[in-house]
């Protein structure tokens, strides 16, 4: 069985403040209740360490949301993963749509972050999906097929990863796939894995749901066969949403 995973994206939101504030709400309305769920937050890269110490002690995890795929040296404004790895990141996202929509992420680039976060021993979540366009044209699947086997090239050893399926028109739009559309690509994603990697890595895959993921919709979706919890954005940077978003995977 596996078990649900749900993150908190922030992307470019939050001053150190606010995100210690918003960390220490999550983490109040959490309480003790046992949620049967993997929880984590990824702040922007100069709010992980304050977010950090509000959720040193508890079982939320702390999420980087992008790494560099060098040890170090002159790469102005990138991010070692042994920086992360030193303010207490367990994971580090990869290959989020918006890094490759403005940023000139390509698979290529992804793979090397992705290989380069596990050598350092962390967890990584790889982001997938396709555009409106893509969709439209009816190549979504070998679109996503492609970005599953070229940002997995040369890794032999799945349980570091999670995927995240994130169709980039549903991204921030208050457009949700429909939870038989999610799960149709999530099915097609884990027959490429089945492909690559065999039945048993196909089934303990955890493969996520990410675009306008809200309370309303979070139970619908987190209930389909191949959906195993979710990315959330914009409902992430509001303690109460978020919270229930949890409740509805554990
Ligand atoms: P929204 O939940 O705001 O649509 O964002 C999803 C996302 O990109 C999470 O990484």
Redesign the pocket.
Known sequence: MRKKIVVG?W?MNKTVAEGRELASAIIEQLGEDVIDCEVGIAPAYPVLGEVGKVIENGDVRLVAQNCHYEDDGAYTGEVSTRMLDSLGCSYI?VG???RRQYFGETNRTVNLRLKKALAEGMQVIM?IGETLEEREGGITESIVTSQVREGLADIDDLSGVVL?Y?PVW????GKTATPEQADAVHASIRATIRDMYGEAAAKELRIQY????KPSNAVELFSMPNIDGG??????LKADDFVAIVRAAG
Not at 210 to 213: A, I, L, N, Y
């Open positions: 994206n992307k996202i989020h749509s918006e982001c995240a994130e549903a991204i921030g739009t990410g675009g306008s993921v990315l959330i954005g914009g409902a992430s």
